[in-house]
């Protein structure tokens, strides 16, 4: 069955970077696209980032355009999140997410599986 695990979150200050990573197993990597999502608490889980099979295509909510870069490797089996001048509400569990489908567009949708979640937490 097809495992992600998040790594990378943590407590940082307002303005700082952090680089999440996701590891996939239990299928082939390269042909799905992949997608980041986070939890506010109290808040619904929402659409962060995306990156298409091949990585040609990436997406992103507009609260996060020019800030967040979604890439991948899929010799490593791996997606990234490079986050900076990270702001306070950017707090939230983020999610690794992988489409159910094969050579899927970058969208918000489409995702069956799932991480288990890494916190970040960005102090003002």
């Known amino acids: 069955q097809v495992q992600l695990v998040e790594s990378g979150g943590g407590l940082v200050q307002a303005g700082d970077s952090l680089r999440l990573s996701c590891a996939a197993s239990?299928?082939?990597?390269?042909?799905?696209?992949m997608g980041w999502f986070r939890q506010a608490p109290g808040k619904e889980r929402d659409f962060v980032a995306a990156?298409?099979?091949?990585?040609?295509?990436?997406s992103y909510a507009d609260s996060v355009k020019g800030r967040f870069t979604i890439s991948r490797d899929n010799t490593k089996n791996t997606v990234y999140l490079q986050m900076n001048s990270l702001k306070p509400e950017d707090t939230a569990v983020y999610y690794c997410?992988?489409?159910?489908?094969?050579?899927?567009?970058?969208?918000?949708?489409?995702?069956?599986?799932w991480g288990q979640g890494t916190p970040v937490t960005v102090s003002s």
């Open positions: 990156i298409s099979w091949s990585g040609g295509r990436t």
């Open positions: 997410a992988q489409q159910r489908l094969r050579y899927g567009d970058a969208g918000v949708s489409g995702y069956d599986y």
């Open positions: 239990g299928r082939a990597f390269s042909p799905y696209t």
